[in-house]
């Protein structure tokens, strides 16, 4: 069976080989995995952080130098490799898009101007220099050429029809992203003769109807919008000031849906579609048009192929974005992130709390060195974050990724339940968790902790018995049973899970249970006594 998301207690689990699986993962800087030696070295990052899938891009240009001409060579060594290195994979297709430009387009595709049309930010050019950010060179494929579209499908679904020739039983590869950080930038929308064409004719009458039935999930100025706008008309009539921005989130959907349709046709894995974030800047600032959380409801309308969309959370608030990405029962799919010193205890809360299905740090292989501003910069993360001035850890973060491996089975148990829980240092004020006759209280900002980067997941095996996955933080048990509000430890040991089985290590009955505080990566079980 390859794999699917299951629906379980409200939330949904990625399940490969019939089991839950939690993708514990990293994603490889873009040009690494096109070197199948070079990954050597890449995988032995990874096992020193404890990871058991890797984020790996399959390119266009690549895949299909010649139009008709398929190369899967790249591919197959890819898939072989991570077999061989007792990993997962979830690939990533860089089709028209690669961070809202059309670098993975093969030669054939950028060459011929006429057949593969050019988005036009200014009117008549195919090209520009970016006046709102540094001159910066910008130029992209059109989310309108319906010649592209077709193209980039198919080579697509050629690939999808490959993968399952030679990964339908091993199930390597677990999930697929469609094209990267879809959109456009230095404009709203595309400003071509046939963009304006569509754009001042009537919207199509079904999906004005449909935004005007989902206004409850909308961020407030688009739902401001789409109320006082009319029934039906041109897209400025119906969506007002948002128009630009709907109607280029409208194409885009489409397109990458086609692409995802044809390669579910093949093989249907489960699809992401990943994005960069607005940041509350205006459109085209970012890659307009994809994926971000203003238009979700364009995307769920116009994109039903794809299964979950992913962040790539690059800024200080990324609890926030967490929320905004998790509200409308889209699962927590993280294929980006930084590689800062938050990036391990931001696992342990993204999977105790989130119950996230993919948790990713963008360039992994860098994981434990100084941060790098200039490139970063460039696309989308905020270098102003204090949080990059520190390094991860690279120890500390293979301890959480093994021990959060070990636990997967009874973490997916929980998954969708109370009976898991966790705390940040993130959200300090928000420490307590509540498991029915027990709860508990984590401190992760206390002078006596060292870092900032403090995390504590509590998981209720049964009434009262818990386990606790902390680090720099103190922890605190109490009764919530107002009727027998006093408790003892009946036993109290540190461990470590073994193929998904607990072993006991050292007794800590004695001074431990008085003074709970954790400078180091811990595994706990506790098993506690209420009574009057």
Avoid at 254 to 263: I, R
Avoid at 318 to 345: K, Q, V, W
Avoid at 447 to 456: A, D, I, Q, T, Y
Wanted: aromatic fraction near 12%.
């Amino acid at each position: 069976m390859y794999p699917y998301i299951r629906q379980q207690n409200g939330t949904k689990l990625l399940m490969v080989d019939d089991k839950p699986f939690i993708m514990l993962a990293g994603e490889v800087h873009n040009s690494n995995s096109s070197s199948v030696e070079y990954m050597e070295g890449v995988y032995d990052q990874a096992d020193r952080l404890g990871m058991n899938t890797l984020l790996l891009p399959v390119s266009w240009e690549l895949t299909e130098p010649e139009e008709g001409v398929f190369d899967f060579s790249l591919v197959d060594g890819l898939i072989l490799q991570a077999r061989r290195r007792g990993k997962k994979l979830g690939l990533l297709w860089f089709g028209a898009w690669k961070n809202a430009q059309c670098y993975y387009a093969p030669e054939w595709v950028k060459t011929d101007l006429v057949r593969f049309a050019r988005a036009q930010v200014e009117k008549g050019k195919n090209f520009i220099r970016r006046k709102d950010f540094y001159e910066m060179p910008y130029t992209t494929l059109s989310y309108l050429c319906d010649a592209t579209r077709e193209a980039d499908a198919k080579a697509f679904a050629a690939l999808m029809a490959h993968i399952r020739s030679i990964d339908e039983t091993e199930n390597t590869v677990i999930t697929v992203q469609v094209e990267n950080e879809t959109g456009l930038m230095g404009t709203a929308r595309e400003n071509s003769d046939h963009a304006d064409e569509l754009f001042y004719g009537r919207v199509p009458q079904e999906f004005a109807d449909y935004m005007k039935a989902h206004t409850e999930t909308m961020v407030p100025d688009v739902r401001e919008a789409v109320e006082n706008g009319a029934a039906g008309g041109s897209w400025s009539e119906v969506f007002g000031a948002c128009a630009e921005e709907l109607f280029s989130a409208y194409y885009v959907a489409g397109y990458v849906n086609a692409v995802a349709a044809a390669g579910k046709a093949e093989y249907p894995l489960p699809m992401t579609a990943n994005c960069w974030l607005d940041k509350g800047e205006a459109p085209g600032k970012y890659p307009t048009g994809g994926p971000v959380s203003r238009v979700m409801e364009v995307w769920r309308y116009r994109a039903p192929e794809i299964d979950v969309i992913a962040p790539d959370i690059y800024v200080p608030d990324f609890l926030g974005m967490c929320d905004e990405y998790t509200r409308r029962e889209n699962p927590l799919f993280i294929p980006e992130c930084a590689t800062h010193s938050y990036a391990g205890a931001r696992q342990v809360y993204a999977v105790g709390h989130y119950h996230a299905m993919c948790y990713s740090p963008f360039g992994f292989e860098d994981i434990g060195k100084p941060f790098s501003a200039t490139q970063s910069y460039l696309f989308g993360v905020d270098v102003t974050d204090p949080a990059l001035k520190t390094p991860q850890d690279v120890e500390e973060y293979g301890w959480y990724s093994r021990a959060l491996a070990e636990m997967m089975p009874l973490l997916c148990s929980k998954y969708g339940t109370g009976d898991l829980q966790a705390v940040s240092s993130e959200r300090a004020a928000e420490n307590t968790m509540l498991f029915g006759t027990f709860g508990f209280t984590a401190v992760t900002d206390s002078p006596m902790l060292s870092g900032k980067n403090g995390v504590c997941m509590v998981v209720k095996e049964s009434e009262d018995t818990f386990y606790i996955l902390i680090n720099k933080a103190a922890i605190a048990y109490f009764s919530a049973d107002a009727d027998r509000p006093n408790v003892d430890v009946l036993s109290f040991e540190e461990g470590v899970f073994e193929n998904g089985v607990w072993k006991a290590g050292r007794r800590l009955n004695g001074d431990e249970v008085v003074t709970l505080i954790f400078q180091e990566p811990t595994l706990l079980k506790i098993r506690l006594f209420a009574y009057l």
